[in-house]
Each structure stands twice: as C-alpha cells, then as structure tokens.
C-alpha cells in the first residue's frame, strides 16, 4: 500500500473540490495513483476533473504568426522565468522573431531551430545572446505549424494577453470560398481560445474515454438532482439523466428506435400524422442533444458556439458554407496557453525553466 501524505490529500482536493476525507480515502483505494483518484472521485460524483490551469508554473508568451498568402500558421511558446519579463519589449520582439524564422524556415523541432541560422548566427547562440541581455533564462518549449493545400485557408489569433494562442487550418471548395472564409476563420481561433476544446469532432473519441466519461457525467447529475430535490426550487427542475454521451454511442439502430417512439408518442396524442415530419426532427435533435454532452464540452464541431449560443459549430460552418458558396472544412486546429501541462511542483520558477533547457 503506497504512503498517503497530507501533501496528496491537499492536491487532490485542491484539484476536485472533493472533500478531505473523500479524496484520502480515494487515493487510499487507487494506491496513491493521482489520475485515478480523480477518476473515482468524478464516478462517484464527489469532484470534476482535475484543474490542470491551477498547477502551471510557466511563464512566457505565446506567439502567431500568419503568411500573406493565409497559406501558412505557426504557433510558438516561449517559456520565462517571471511574468515581468513577459512583458519586456524585447522578449517580445524575440518571441515574434522566432515565430517568423520558424515559419520561414519550415522547421519541425526544437533541434532543428537551435542548429538553423538567424541573422547570420546559430540559433542557440541567438538565444544566447538574448538571455544575457535580458537577464533571465529562455526556453523555447514547442511549436507548430499549419499549412493548407489546394484551395485550402489558414488563421490564427493571439489573446490580448499574449498566454493564449490558436491556429486552424480549413480546405475549401474553391479559392473564392477560402478567401471568404479568412474572417470566420479567426472568430473559429476565438472561439477554441475561450472555449478549449480538445478535440476536432466526436469521431476522435475513444469509446473507453466516453464510457469513463459518461459514468462521471451521470454521477455528477445525481448529485446535482439530489440537491436540487432538497431546495424544491420551481425554476431548477431535475436533469434528465441521458442515455449516451457521445454521438459516436448514436447509431443508426439507436435512432431509428428513438424515431420510432416519437411517433408513437406523437399518435399517442392524436397528433395528425400529415404534421409529423414537421415535429421529428426537431424531436430528434433533442434527443441528440440531450445525448451528446461530452460532445459538447470537448469538442470544436459540438460546442456551442460564443458569438451565438443557439448554433453549434458544426451548424454554424453549414450556414457559413451557404453564404460563401461552397464546402469548408476544418482540418485541424491547435490551441497553446502558457505552461499548461506543466505540473506546479515549487514556487521556484527559475530552477523549472533551468530544468526545460537543461
């Protein structure tokens, strides 16, 4: 049996929001596994999901930058020892400066940029020179690029903030359409900025990841229910408890069954039948709605969208692809924020970033 020291309980409770004893007794019955703590906790509806965002312990800046030709989009994270740097003049004109080499140098890794050649010099010893002068230790910690093919689009956004930063590529109908959708693009990057989906659609969903997710989601409603019970108030009704998580549960059989209910619930009524293709549909939607929750919150196509939370994105791109003229469709999209994945394990910035280059 693995040590359970107050240290665990702390994280873990600090992580979920369980209770004390409720997550000393989960780590207990994991042996001190973290994620599966968290995992337990969340099917017995006693936490969320581990907040990642509260254990970051980098600090820097990420950087866009988008060709001319909307054809290429490179993402950069350039990691500090302290936020006051971040906001140096010249650290940013740095992170801008290896953006742009990057992208012109169509470099794929970390090696390959520390062994290319910038105003005459190596990389490394660029960055070098930009560490003395700047008098902190710099990291490239990683990057990407995006290009679109044939008749294809990039964009990108950078936050205010300069901690977030998203690129999406698009392949089009045609180049009218491309052109077009340059605009919709970014307010696609704005979107996936706040909103944080993680994956493009719901058929990159594990089906053991949405069964997993599906036992906490509905864990996570009881719970919600019974409090909701205990206060009796008329404008919070209980949560419908759904069948499904996922499109990717949804088959054909599925909903054909689905559909075959609404109708006779709709005979039931003695609805006229000559109306009801105007009531299925919409009846079916629902259904799908009500079923694909985790589609909601995790993916880009299922999230509802902020600038109009009635469509989702995949019904948004449709509407977009009448006004335009033709297809679009998303390829691929890549989301940074400074310092996520980093696991805050001291308040000793320095020696952390010293350790990235290391």
């Known amino acids: 049996m693995a040590e359970i020291s107050a240290a665990m309980v702390k994280e873990l409770r600090e992580s979920t929001g369980a209770g004390m004893m409720d997550c000393k007794n989960a780590l207990k019955e994991t042996e001190g ?3 599966k703590a968290v995992q337990l906790l969340r099917e017995k509806g006693l936490g969320k999901a581990a907040k990642k965002a509260d254990r970051l312990a980098a600090e820097g800046l990420v950087s866009v930058k988008i060709s001319e030709d909307y054809k290429s989009a490179t993402v950069s994270e350039i990691n500090s020892e302290t936020d006051f740097v971040a906001k140096n003049e010249q650290f940013i004109a740095l992170t801008q400066d290896t953006t742009a080499h990057i992208q012109n140098k169509s470099l794929q890794n ?18 070098k020179s930009q560490i003395a002068t700047i008098g902190e230790n710099l990291v490239v910690r990683r990057f990407a690029t995006l290009k679109a093919g044939d008749r294809g689009v990039v964009n990108g956004y950078i936050h205010t903030n300069g901690r977030v930063g998203v690129i999406i590529a698009a392949a089009c109908e045609n180049d009218e359409v491309a052109q077009k959708a340059r605009g919709f693009l970014k307010q696609l990057c704005m979107h996936i900025a706040a909103m944080k989906p993680l994956f493009l659609s719901y058929k990159e969903l594990d089906m053991d990841f949405i069964e997993n997710e599906y ?36 088959n054909d ?8 209910e609404i109708k006779a619930e709709l005979k039931a ?11 299925i549909p919409g009846k079916l939607n629902s259904f799908i709605a009500d079923n694909s929750q985790l589609d909601s919150k995790l993916t880009l196509m299922g999230q509802f969208y ?5 469509k989702t994105i995949e019904q948004v791109i449709a509407e977009k692809e009448k006004e335009y003229g033709g297809k679009i469709e998303i390829v691929e999209f890549i989301r940074f924020e400074v310092g996520e994945g980093l696991e805050k394990k001291s308040e000793d910035f320095a020696a952390e970033v010293a350790a990235q280059i290391g």
């Open 110 to 127: 970390v090696e390959e940029l520390h062994s290319s050649v910038i105003n005459g010099v190596k990389f490394e010893e660029y960055l």
């Open 253 to 260: 059989e599925i909903l054909k069954k689905v559909e075959e």
């Open 269 to 279: 009524q003695n609805k006229p039948e000559k109306i009801w293709n105007n009531i």
């Open 33 to 35: 596994n973290f994620e």
């Open 215 to 250: 036992k906490a989601l509905v864990a996570e409603l009881q719970k919600e229910n019974e409090e909701r019970r205990r206060l009796k108030d008329p404008n919070k009704p209980e949560h419908k408890i759904p069948q499904f998580a996922s499109r990717k549960q949804l």
């Open 306 to 310: 902020v600038m109009d939370d009635k």
